[in-house]
């Protein structure tokens, strides 16, 4: 089946530290890959995507690499700030499911001053 | 231009009664979602629509839940009867067809129920 695995959280992390949150996925088809955020009390906006291999998708100072041969989607920040306090969601996209969307369970991440 | 536009915000109600969400979606979008969150199982897709004709419920909970959306513009999840165990942040999201897999979802603020 279809699925995104993310790492469980909380993050607690001081203000210019390094940021990874892990996500890997399974497809049956060649997926597109997103990160998604969630600011408290509001929806979720997206915050990077990458539809092919080796794609590099960056927005905020956030990355991450769409890795086929690990089925990865990485997302790092080299220097979090307090506003990055968030939670955050991968997600996939397949074209042969109606475009359905899936989505793992979300990580919080906290960062303190 | 307006996002998704979802009503009411906030809904606290009693067990029992009925509960209607709104949404409006992006105009030109034709594809709607809509998400249950809460912290046990985080997003949990319900319902969507393509061109106003459910494609798929298979996410929805029981058959207290229904889903509607009779034009482009508006669609309501409603609830009856609620239970405690529907609390929860109901989302709204819509996106074109045309971006299909490499397109993004475009989510309303979302509609906090409370069912005591």
């Known amino acids: 089946g279809n699925s995104v695995t993310q790492m469980e959280g909380p993050v607690t992390l001081s203000e210019e530290a390094f940021l990874t949150i892990n996500c890997t996925y399974t497809?049956?088809?060649?997926?597109?890959l997103f990160w998604y955020v969630q600011y408290p009390g509001e929806g979720l906006q997206l915050l990077l995507k990458a539809t092919k291999a080796d794609d590099k998708g960056s927005n905020k100072g956030f990355e991450a690499t769409y890795r086929k041969e690990t089925t990865s989607f990485h997302l790092e920040k080299g220097s979090v700030q307090v506003s990055d306090s968030a939670v955050y969601f991968c997600a996939l996209s397949l074209s042969n499911t109606g475009n359905q969307f899936y989505f793992g369970t979300g990580t919080s991440l906290t960062v303190i001053p | 231009d307006a996002g998704v536009i979802q009503s009411p915000r906030h809904e606290v109600t009693e067990m029992g009664q009925e509960v209607t969400l709104r949404c409006k979606p992006i105009?030109?979008?034709?594809?709607l979602f809509w998400y249950r969150q809460t912290m046990m199982r985080g997003l949990e897709l319900l319902i969507y629509?393509?061109?106003?004709?459910?494609?798929?419920d298979s996410g929805m909970p029981e058959d207290r839940f229904s889903a509607k959306m009779p034009n482009a513009s508006f669609s309501t999840l409603k609830i009856q009867p609620s239970e405690p165990r529907d609390s929860a942040v109901y989302f709204c999201a819509s996106t074109p067809g045309r971006q299909l897999n490499t397109g993004e979802l475009f989510f309303g603020e979302g509609s906090r129920l409370t069912v005591l």
């Open positions: 629509f393509n061109n106003n004709v459910p494609i798929d």
């Open positions: 497809a049956t088809g060649y997926p597109s």
């Open positions: 105009s030109g979008h034709d594809y």
